[in-house]
């Protein structure tokens, strides 16, 4: 999927992959430790800049690319749950 992100009062056209991640269980019902939370997975495939291409991009634009994907899917999975309910 492609979104348009305005970082640092700059564009970028993202291509990603997104896998949504899963909550934990804290306690099992017998009482057994549960696991953690699985957080969100975003795979960048590739970022554009001003029509270029980039073939790297520093640490700090891949945490921005990564909050911006993931506002976005939770938004998208929010509306879309939303029209579902009006259907009733």
Avoid: H
């Avoid at 921005?64 to 929010?78: G, H, L, N, P, S």
């Amino acid at each position: 999927m492609a979104l348009k992100c305005d970082i640092r009062g700059k564009q970028y056209l993202v291509e990603y992959n997104y896998t949504q991640g899963r909550a934990g269980i804290r306690t099992l019902r017998n009482g057994d430790p549960g696991w953690p939370d699985e957080p969100d997975e975003v795979e960048v495939l590739w970022v554009r800049y001003r029509g270029r291409d980039l073939k790297r991009w520093p640490a700090w634009l891949d945490d921005a690319i990564y909050e911006r994907v993931c506002d976005f899917e939770d938004k998208r999975k929010y509306d879309e749950m939303g029209k579902s309910a009006s259907r009733f």
